[in-house]
């Protein structure tokens, strides 16, 4: 993978630029391309943002939302946007797989690749990037690719309400170890142009449904256990218990979070039954790495606080198994 100051020629004249993210997209993955389009549209380019999937409700206020394709719903215009492109630019993502159906044409697409991401083991199939793991989100990249570019008095409210929301809900809204005095410095520089960010953590925190409030009720009394000898906890969701809520794309969004407030629990995991696998969500606090437990166990990987992982066994075994885990590794 070539360094990311080397995509700086190829954007000195007018490009076709297919930008997508991962699949499940949350606030950094939305803010980051939604961001770049922004930014890149202002440089004269033709941008289009394709997410693999559906959004959650609460990021469809984000500005340049409206102009976004999904590759699920609109898969024939999605591809056609692709075939025509100059480049490609994943973010938030290093691995196709990541983006689920659109795998396959993206690993056959011939154009140069570019990645910004900010997680672990980048696969080698990008053209140029950059992946750094120890930056906060992959909007605090491309706010600082944005600066590399000498274009920071480019940055309009547009663009800093796309950053602030991945720089926010990455960050835990700045609670995260994650969180920088860079970040910090990132957001003050946002706020200087103008930003509002109360309107911004309102549209993502402070717009649920009664339903929502109601299944998260139900979650934290029915589907919570807390394993106290292993300082852990864990969350199991059944499709069954997904639809008596009717559960929407988002709606589990942050529940992994919530064991962590629990005095003395270090460890949490939340695990979701989906209709062809089994998805895990891992958050920790302190020492225990879950990137590394997601990758030996689950198919998965991350950070070293937070992760993710996948399991194509039941939904009652993966919970078996993942206790058996748990009584060897003992999280501290």
């Known amino acids: 993978m070539l360094p990311i100051s080397d995509v700086i020629p190829l954007l000195q004249s007018p490009k076709k630029i297919f930008i997508t993210t991962h699949h499940k997209p949350d606030g950094d993955a939305i803010g980051s391309m939604l961001a770049l389009c922004h ?4 440089k004269g380019h033709k941008t289009t943002a394709v997410s693999p999937g559906d959004l959650p409700d609460f990021l469809e206020w984000m500005p340049g939302v409206e102009k976004m394709l999904n590759y699920e719903a609109q898969p024939k215009e999605s591809l056609e946007v692709l075939k025509n492109a100059d480049i490609i630019i994943g973010v938030d993502f290093n691995d196709f797989n990541r983006t689920k159906h659109l795998e396959q044409p993206l690993g056959a697409a011939t154009q140069p690749k570019i990645l910004i991401d900010h997680h672990l083991f980048p696969k080698d199939v990008w053209t140029y990037g950059i992946c750094i793991p120890d930056k906060s989100s992959t909007c605090e990249m491309v706010y600082d690719f944005i600066n590399l570019c000498g274009d920071h008095a480019l940055i309009d409210l547009d663009m800093a309400a796309c950053l602030y929301t991945g720089l926010m809900t990455d960050t835990g809204s700045f609670k995260f170890p994650i969180t920088t005095a860079a970040v910090h410095f990132m957001a003050a520089n946002l706020k200087q142009l103008g930003l509002d960010h109360t309107t911004i953590h309102e549209a993502v925190y402070d717009s649920w449904s009664e339903g929502r409030m109601k299944f998260l009720g139900y979650v934290l009394i029915e589907r919570m256990e807390v394993i106290r000898k292993y300082n852990s906890a864990v969350i199991a969701l059944s499709r069954k218990d997904m639809n008596l809520f009717n559960v929407q794309n988002g709606d589990t969004e942050g529940l992994v979070n919530y064991p962590l407030s629990i005095a003395g629990i270090k460890f949490s ?23 590394n437990f997601a990758r030996l166990y689950f198919d998965g990987g991350g950070h070293f606080n937070a992760s993710g992982g996948r399991t194509k066994t039941s939904f009652a075994e993966t919970i078996v198994y993942f206790k058996k885990i748990l009584s060897d590794i003992h999280p501290k």
Request: charged residues 35%.
């Open 269 to 291: 995991t939340l695990i979701t039954e989906r209709s062809d696998e089994v998805k895990m969500s891992f958050r920790s606090k302190g020492t225990f790495d879950v990137s």
């Open 39 to 42: 930014y890149l549209n202002k």
